[in-house]
């Protein structure tokens, strides 16, 4: 399940199938002296990723997709699951994470989620607990070593939306010190400038386009000075692309995670290339709507962001992995009256880890 930080992050099976909602804390007390191991956890509308330092003082990263099934959806009642990664919860059994997912795309089942733009969903009333065996599955540590602190990533409160992350966080919280850990959590943006930006002295904007939100920090010497998140990113393009073309947005996620670029739409028979095309157009809305709204929240907030320095913007997140995404965001930052010098425009070591890394990164100096 683990890869190194320099591949990217594949969605990976869980290493056993999971069967339990809440099983017993780890107990502290037992092995006072023993060594503690301490996690950094991004918690992400599409994927969970955990980053973990190993002995070698390396770091190893491991994720689930954050996704799931009822077993009435697929139809398989009576099928062996002992090698399909599921939860028993009150009646009800889910099948999780890679496995939903490629069962998704066989049967062509639209699939569920514990997380909409990048909270605990309130339309499955199984969410927080389908979200808790997920993340008990993720952090499961090696015998004899005890459970340390684990920095876990949450979103900027929305902006132009009513919501905010106080429910989430203190769920997640709950989660994680049920687990035995002690949880701490830590802006999904401004952990993009702990992993990345020790060379500008952790100062710079980071730009997180994940699936449920793209969440935006500026952070001076380590310190977050401005962190909000916008209410549209991978899912908001998915659902559109979907609706524009006539079919099932995890296609879309198909054709756009496989090798998908900003301006290239002559792939493939028909269907995929229109699919491609609306892509096309989704995505660069996206770019110009984030980019508008940085500069109106650079612009409303009352701060001296007269930084000393020129600084980094760090572009993240699995949506910025498509073909083209960075060039495009150059683009339209350079003709764009952006009140901040920038130093460059860069994409983060792995844009589908750093947050993880960055709340471990967080977790360690403690
Ligand atoms: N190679 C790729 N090309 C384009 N999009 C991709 C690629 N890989 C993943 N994605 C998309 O990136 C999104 C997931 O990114 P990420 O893991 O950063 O989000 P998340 O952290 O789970 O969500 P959020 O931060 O919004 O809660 C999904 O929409 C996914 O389809
Ligand atoms: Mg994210």
Redesign the pocket.
Known sequence: MSTSPENPVSPAPPAAPVSQVSPSPIVRSAAARAPQVHLGL?V????L?CARANTLGKIEISSLR?VFLTVDDVNIEGMDLSKISHARIDEGVFILSHDAYNFANIFGHRLSRS?QK?MISPEDINSTDILAVMIRELLAIEPGVMPGKCVYSV?GDPIHSKSNVLYHRNILGRIIDEIGFEAEPLN?ATAIIYAECADSDFSGISI??????T?VAVVYKSIPVLEFALGR???W??DNVAMAVGTIPNRV?AI??KD?HLDRFDVGRKKERKVREALGFYYKNLIQFVVKSCLQELDRRDLDLGFPNRIPLII????S??GGFLDYIRVQVEESSWPLELSEVRYAGD??SC?AQGCLIKALKQ
């Open positions: 991004d992400g509308t599409m994927n990723v954050n997380m990048g979103p999904e997180s386009f994940g699936a449920g939100l969440n990113g991978g899912d393009i998915d996620v756009k995670e998908f993240s997140g699995g949506t992995l498509a844009p589908l947050v």
